[in-house]
């Protein structure tokens, strides 16, 4: 079968290791997954500072690169996957036309795991690891997307490493996107508060399916100096594919 | 002379609450036992249907608020209550002081209303004279400590044990204990002297039921029952959303209101009272008079956020809120904080001011999961954020930087150049730009994905 993969500004500009890391997953999967040219960002961070023209300028473009074909799109995180799926038909809901573009695209969008379980059936592949793994729940994907025990139900599913939950796993780490930049003392002390719940599960490994949250939780690592991995779940997957 | 409006200065707030070990334990520690305590209660109930029941209860009344109003006056009145309506907070701590004056009062006890914080009455009585005596025991805590409620139902959440028994040994000049129960006597024995010697009580009210007229109060410590009961006059201060239609829709409230507030299936003390004492009651103030606080909600109600008037102030939000349990109540520096306290904040004070609180949220939309009237508070706080832009409240750097970005993201080419110019020009901005923002991200990869796969056969 084939996809559309959009990749999310910060993979692209930040963690390409975490698009080659899903491409050879998808492609262990028999998927087809192609790059479409030209895709940028899906407008989240304009969307949740409240910048609606701006929002809608990167939502149109969204919808020029990928409303060409009808193929699921995958993307590797629950913030923009929600982006596309909610934010998109409600940025729209006064043109016709674009809102009618922008619930076709909602319809194809999935987030990696939510494709990974109900298309790939990947949690039966039997992937390999090591090590303790713990698991942060992104705020997107879980309450808007309800993406709850997808990214579980593949953990779970590693032969070889042990999967332990963390308390609270779906609070808010502090990412927030903007909020990053304009309230750094309360983001950097959520993204603290979440290293504790991290480090209290004994893990040496954190995954989440959000680069936001991820970035925020390195962040945290690395200020405190801890002996952690912090990787997307896209990545943890592709080392052990079967 | 109309003074320049000052914006709250959030971020300086929480820069320095986050530095307050003991605040954040304390918060931690009390927002944490009330969120786990509102999940067991609220897996007794069917808690799916109840917040619909109740979401669409609060909806009717607040799409017929001025009928509903009307019918409440007129039954109150009939049952005997004095019922005022005050406009704003000037006319609402007038109305409350006249009516002590003509009594004579030199003192009144309180139980516990953020209305009343709301229109500042505590200050106002206190500058005309009459002495106001705050008995929830949390509001007695702040009160001692000159301070304001720093969470809707637990007032002194900020403050640990050991804080409250040094401010009793200094105010009350009682011998030194960290243990609650020994304190919690203490406050009891100095309040009740305060509410056997007051001439009148002020409470506050959850609801009001148009059908008969009266108000109900749900409270914990029995200072409520003292207040509207003991003296010979009571005065209920509420704002005007605050009304249901009748007594059979107060089953709702009462199964979902304490769970999602403190966790428990009911609350000590539910109180009902229609009318002041009639011949034959054996207890109720001899005279019972009711202002409702308007304060802009009677043209909130007819706008977009018309749906946060929905909210009964069970507290649920804020305990809900990782920013709240961060930075505590006072940071927000408005009567009411948390995912609410931001939003009815900017509707009631205004942008002007409150624009700033708009950056008290990550949008992760705890609050909207845990609210017991469905108010859609991740929706409002974004819409408000929308109005904030289109308002021109938030930064030109900001504003630059997000139009900039927008183009960007409208052209594949634009995205890539402004990728390469950021990895080139990185170590240059790290310099110029806040360390605690952009020092915290990530160096720009070499080679982005785009250029990786460039040229590269996928499948």
Redesign the interface.
């Known amino acids: 079968m084939r996809v559309q993969l959009f990749a999310t500004c910060l993979v692209d500009t930040f963690y390409p290791e975490t698009g080659e890391a899903m491409l050879r997953l998808l492609r262990r999967f028999g998927v087809d997954a192609q790059i479409p040219r030209g895709q940028t960002c899906c407008g989240k961070p304009a969307d949740s500072g409240g910048y609606v023209r701006e929002s809608k300028d990167a939502a149109r473009h969204f919808l020029s690169v990928f409303g060409t074909n009808s193929d699921p799109i995958v993307t590797p995180s629950g913030s923009c996957a929600s982006m596309v799926k909610n934010h998109y038909p409600h940025l729209f809901k006064d043109d016709s036309r674009l809102r009618q573009e922008a619930e076709d695209v909602a319809a194809r969008i999935y987030e990696l795991t939510q494709f990974l379980v109900h298309v790939c059936k990947a949690h039966e592949a039997g992937f390999k690891g090591r090590g303790k793994i713990t698991y942060h729940a992104s705020c997107q994907l879980t309450r808007e997307l309800f993406v709850r025990d997808e990214p579980l139900m593949l953990l779970q599913s590693v032969q070889g490493a042990e999967f332990v939950p963390m308390p609270d796993a779906d609070r808010c780490c502090g990412f927030g996107g903007v909020f990053m930049g304009k309230q750094p003392e309360i983001s950097m002390a959520m993204a603290d508060e979440k290293l504790d719940s991290i480090l209290r599960t004994g893990a040496d490994t954190v995954t989440g399916c959000d680069h936001g949250c991820l970035m925020n939780i390195a962040d945290a690592v690395k200020r405190r100096g801890a002996e952690l991995r912090v990787k997307h779940i896209a990545a943890v997957l592709a080392e052990g594919l079967p | 002379m109309s003074q320049a409006i000052v914006p709250i200065d959030f971020?300086s707030n929480?820069?320095t609450a986050?530095q307050d070990s003991l605040l954040?334990a304390a918060l931690r520690n009390a927002a944490d036992t009330f969120a786990t305590k509102r999940a067991q209660a609220v897996a007794s109930v069917p808690l799916d249907e109840l917040r619909e029941a109740a979401s669409s209860i609060r909806a009717e009344v607040l799409s017929n608020l001025s009928s509903y109003l009307d019918r409440f006056i007129e039954r109150a009145s009939r049952a005997g209550a004095q019922v005022h309506r005050a406009a704003d907070s000037a006319a609402a701590r007038e109305t409350i002081f006249s009516i002590l004056e003509q009594h004579r009062v030199d003192k009144v006890v309180k139980s516990k209303s953020m209305v009343s914080e709301e229109i500042h009455l505590n200050d106002y009585l206190i500058a005309n004279g009459i002495r106001v005596v705050e008995t929830d025991l949390g509001e007695y805590i702040i009160q001692l400590a000159s301070e304001h409620p720093s969470h809707i139902i637990v007032p002194a959440i900020h403050k640990d044990r050991r804080q409250v028994g040094k401010l009793f040994a200094e105010k009350l000049g009682c011998e030194y204990s960290d243990d609650p129960a020994r304190l919690t006597k203490v406050a009891q024995q100095t309040l009740r002297r305060e509410f056997l010697s007051a001439s009148a009580g002020i409470s506050g009210a959850n609801f009001a039921v148009a059908e008969s007229g009266s108000v109900v109060l749900f409270t914990n410590e029995g200072n409520g029952r003292m207040c509207t009961t003991l003296p010979r006059l009571h005065i209920v201060v509420l704002s005007i959303e605050k009304i249901i239609p009748s007594l059979a829709d107060l089953p709702t409230f009462i199964r979902l209101l304490p769970r999602s507030a403190t966790g428990q299936a009911i609350t000590s003390y539910l109180s009902v009272i229609t009318g002041p004492r009639k011949p034959g009651d054996r207890t109720g103030a001899e005279e019972l008079h009711i202002v409702f606080v308007d304060n802009g909600r009677s043209s909130i109600v007819t706008g977009e956020y018309r749906d946060m008037l929905k909210c009964i102030r069970c507290g649920a939000c804020l305990n809900a809120c990782?920013?709240y349990r961060?930075?505590g109540g006072h940071a927000y520096g408005s009567t009411y904080p948390g995912p609410m306290g931001i939003i009815l904040t900017v509707l009631l004070e205004g942008m002007p001011k409150a624009h700033p609180l708009?950056?008290?949220?990550?949008?992760?939309?705890?609050c909207?999961?845990v609210c017991p009237v469905k108010v859609p508070l991740p929706e409002l706080l974004?819409r408000?954020?929308?109005?904030?832009?289109e308002e021109s409240f938030?930064p030109t750097i900001?504003?630059a930087g997000?139009?900039a970005?927008?183009?960007?993201?409208?052209?594949?080419?634009l995205?890539a150049l402004g990728?390469s110019t950021?990895r080139v020009l990185w170590p240059l901005m790290q310099k110029f730009i806040?360390p605690?923002?952009?020092g915290?991200?990530?160096?720009?990869?070499e080679?982005?994905?785009?250029r990786?796969?460039i040229g590269v056969k996928?499948?």
């Open positions: 971020r929480a820069a986050v954040r990782p920013v961060t930075v708009l950056d008290a949220t990550t949008l992760c939309g705890a909207g999961d974004r408000l954020r929308e109005r904030r832009v938030t900001e504003r997000i139009a970005f927008g183009r960007a993201a409208s052209f594949g080419g995205f990728q950021a806040d605690q923002t952009l915290r991200l990530p160096k720009p990869a080679r982005s994905f785009h990786r796969i996928i499948s």
